[in-house]
């Protein structure tokens, strides 16, 4: 996928105030609409200041966009982090980055606003977009707030334990002179021990102010969970490898196990081999029904040394297997 750069399609600088997208993007589709442009290939130029209006009109997506860096150039080839849009705070629904048609534009914009972004959010029961609030407040009618979602990463173990955690947001605001910039609040949280990947925690009145003394809305926190060196985590399931010298699996040792609740004692078949799963049940995330964790057995060698190959030496002249027979 090629990157775009949709500043340099609009002529403007990254500094540009809302007004002067507002601004050039009047001056370029009059020079590029197909109806009546002249100029060549001025209906993929169109298109491409479609797509380009699309985000920077938006003060949510133009942040977003921004976050990406000023050092990409237009062609090069590019692939979004999966994780670019963690932290960010953003409305849910129309206007507040979605309404637009992903099919509309190009794999670049689809790839960055698409179903699996934040703008990707359909609106919330009863929480109309802003265009819908506009036209409410203009006719003198209260109306709640609309409701932000923003995606934030955890630690496994805090899902595991539940408590209450500082959670960083950005939040894409403009100032009076028309410049989109990012402010950063904090909020404490109380994560519920179980809370599973994709489950969303749901803050009362911390989204958007409501309009002519409505409620405000609410604030939709989606949890993602940050790599974990030891375990991987598959819905309320961990699976983690565990390291066993040959002789442990070879007689069926009790072996100490690492899991999230701390570690537990578990005795290895006779003749374990390598890559065979265990379970340890209920070990996994708490809930209705508990995870539970699966163990990978990992044969691994002692370090190299004289004694160790005489050992080795000894079993390769007094048994008689061949791993190669079948």
């Given at each position: ?15 540009a105030s809302q007004e002067d997208i507002k601004r050039a ?31 920077l009109k938006d003060p949510e997506k133009r942040a977003a ?262």
């Amino acid at each position: 996928m090629r990157y775009k750069d949709y500043y340099k399609v609009m002529g403007v600088a990254r500094d540009a105030s809302q007004e002067d997208i507002k601004r050039a993007y009047r001056k370029l589709a009059r020079k590029y609409h197909p109806d009546v442009s002249k100029e060549k290939d001025a209906e993929e130029k169109f298109k491409e200041l479609q797509e380009a209006h699309e985000v920077l009109k938006d003060p949510e997506k133009r942040a977003a966009y921004d976050q990406l860096g000023a050092d990409w150039r237009s062609g090069q080839d590019f692939r979004p982090p999966p994780d670019w849009g963690k932290g960010f705070e953003f409305s849910r629904g129309p206007g507040g980055g979605g309404g637009a048609d992903m099919g509309e534009f190009s794999d670049f914009f689809s790839q960055l606003f698409g179903d699996r972004s934040p703008f990707g959010q359909a609106p919330g029961p009863g929480r109309p977009g802003r265009a819908g609030r506009t036209s409410r407040a203009s006719r003198g009618f209260a109306a709640p707030g609309q409701d932000h979602v923003a995606r934030v990463e955890i630690d496994l173990e805090d899902a595991y334990r539940g408590g209450a955690r500082d959670i960083e947001l950005r939040s894409p605001e403009v100032t009076p002179e028309g410049h989109v910039v990012v402010k950063p609040r904090t909020l404490r949280v109380t994560i519920p021990a179980g809370v599973t990947e994709g489950q969303q925690i749901r803050l009362a009145g911390q989204g958007s102010p409501g309009i002519g003394g409505g409620p405000p809305g609410n604030l939709l926190l989606e949890i993602g969970f940050r790599a974990h060196p030891r375990f991987r985590v598959e819905g309320r399931d961990i699976t983690a490898t565990l390291p066993v010298a040959p002789w442990e699996a070879a007689l069926g040792e009790t072996v100490s196990v690492p899991t999230l609740g701390g570690p537990v004692d578990m005795k290895l078949p006779v003749g374990a081999k390598a890559g065979q799963k265990l379970r340890l049940r209920g070990r996994g995330l708490p809930g209705p029904t508990p995870g539970d964790q699966y163990v990978v057995i990992e044969i691994v060698l002692p370090p190299d040394s004289p004694r160790a190959r005489q050992f080795f030496e000894q079993m390769k002249r007094e048994l008689p297997f061949d791993p190669r027979a079948d």
